[in-house]
């Protein structure tokens, strides 16, 4: 059967960058269409017109917003190749609450070190950072977080990888001292067709942090 | 089936995230041993199962903990996978589809909800109900697209996304009493309404749905001791 599926995005997304490492994992064609968020599609706005937002997946015409769910959408429908989430239940809880940390924790703050100065700043990378230590601890001393298999959880996180180096020189410090084990485990997974052709250049990330700087007027 | 002592909950009764699980183990005819935490004061048990964010609720099987209301519904789902009706649907894209709107439902219907109570002024409240009546017909034509005609979002039975938004029909309850509104409109969300009250009569569910009175003197309680709406 001839499977349509396509992927509204925009290439600095974190969240765009799961979904399309989660497809590459899987081996999936897929059409990728970049959206101008200043001037949504009306296909995008047609597909998700709860959030308007991207990544949104369109698997034979029906849509899957919110990346997470899309990245597990994926793992269910083409269940037979590189399985992302673990299949012991207990595993498979560990891994969805590892998912969701990564969502109510890294891109705020993140967003909160470039976008702010002073004392604001400072506690936003101070949070950061623990943050980062927490799920380094979290990793231990396997190689990704489900274990010996790359999975879920790094797909949920791995993508901010790319934005670390504009982190890093908008705040001023280095995550790589601060957490060592968690760069050695991005770069490893930057060792995977999947992940290093979804992750953009972290110069071409920290331009546009740049460029949204400038734009929000943030010094 | 779970035997005595290999399931325990960490919760409280006024929480709609802790009635989740527990609509989901009732659900599954499974027993459990509900370890009531005392407002104000986190137990040990709790801070050493969720030291992330020590919050309730908190799944103990066989003593080891699972954190995170959907993520505990789910994992009921799965480690119990015989007992009781499946929670999540059984196909990948409605199951995609539950999981959309039990996210809409935490991250802006809910919230929404206690924008409300926050809301200082005439018009900032006015705006603030707005915005849930706004949710609640995005929901109701949820519930019309998935429901095609059954009782609940799951179909014949309650499922994931009954589950996620029902347990909020008792503060929906206080909202309307306090706030002197009528939220779950029969004219405006019919097929909402009559959910509610399908939901809230269910078996699962109504040892667990805490009694509108005793909620409403809860809130009391906490707006005069914080000053603010409980804590989601």
Same mark, same amino acid.
């Given at each position: 059967m001839a499977e349509e599926v396509i992927l509204l995005d925009f290439w600095p997304s974190p969240f765009g960058m799961r979904v399309r490492i989660a497809l590459a994992e899987k081996g999936i064609a897929y059409d990728y269409k970049e959206e101008d968020l200043k001037n949504k599609s009306p296909l995008l706005l047609a597909m998700n017109?709860?959030?308007?937002?991207?990544p949104v997946l369109i698997h034979n015409g029906k849509p899957v917003c919110e990346s997470l769910i899309a990245v597990q959408y994926i793992d269910e429908v083409w269940?037979? #190749?590189?399985?992302?989430?673990?299949?012991n239940p207990y595993e498979r809880a560990q891994a969805r609450f590892w998912a969701d940390y990564v969502d109510k924790k890294i891109y705020d703050l993140g967003r909160k070190i470039w976008s702010t100065k002073g004392e604001e700043q400072e506690a936003a990378k101070k949070e950061f950072v623990e943050s980062l230590k927490l799920l380094e601890g979290e990793l231990g001393? #396997?190689?990704?977080f489900g274990g010996q298999a790359f999975g879920f959880v790094d797909v949920a996180l791995v993508p901010f990888y790319s934005w670390f180096y504009a982190y890093e020189t908008c705040g001023g410090f280095s995550i790589e001292a601060e957490c060592p084990k968690l760069v050695a485990w991005a770069k490893r997974c930057l060792l995977r067709e999947s992940v290093s052709k979804a992750l953009p250049d972290p110069e071409k990330v920290h331009g546009f942090v740049l460029e949204l700087k400038k734009k929000f007027g943030v010094e | 089936m779970a035997k005595g002592g290999e399931v325990k909950l960490i919760g409280g009764w006024p929480s709609p995230f802790v009635m989740r699980p527990r609509i989901a183990l009732n659900l599954k005819g499974l027993e459990y041993e509900f370890l009531e935490e005392k407002f104000g004061a986190k137990s040990e048990l709790l801070l050493r199962s969720n030291?992330?964010? !020590? !919050?309730?609720p908190v799944l103990l099987h066989a003593d080891r903990p699972v954190c995170e209301s959907l993520v505990i519904v789910q994992y009921i789902d799965e480690a119990w996978?015989?007992?009781?009706?499946?929670? =999540?649907?059984?196909d990948p894209y409605d199951r995609a589809t539950a999981r959309f709107w039990a996210a809409y439902i935490d991250e802006k219907w809910f919230p929404s909800m206690s924008g409300i109570a926050r809301a200082q002024g005439e018009e900032a409240k006015k705006a603030a109900i707005d915005l849930v009546v706004e949710g609640l017909s995005l929901l109701e034509d949820a519930f019309g697209k998935i429901s095609k005609g059954k009782p609940f979002f799951g179909g014949d039975t309650i499922g994931f996304l009954d589950i996620a938004l029902g347990c909020f029909l008792g503060w929906v309850r206080v909202t309307e009493r306090t706030q002197g =509104? !009528? =939220? =779950?409109d029969q004219a405006k969300v019919p097929g909402l309404a009559k959910w509610a009250e399908r939901f809230c009569a269910d078996s699962a569910v109504k040892g667990v749905m805490p009694e509108t009175e005793k909620l409403a003197e809860f809130a009391k309680l906490i707006m005069a001791k914080f000053g603010a709406p409980p804590p989601q």
């Open positions: 017109p709860v959030h308007k937002k991207i269940h037979d #190749k590189s399985p992302l989430l673990p299949s001393d #396997k190689p990704f | 030291p992330v964010h !020590k !919050k309730i996978p015989s007992s009781g009706p499946s929670i =999540l649907p059984s =509104l !009528k =939220l =779950l």
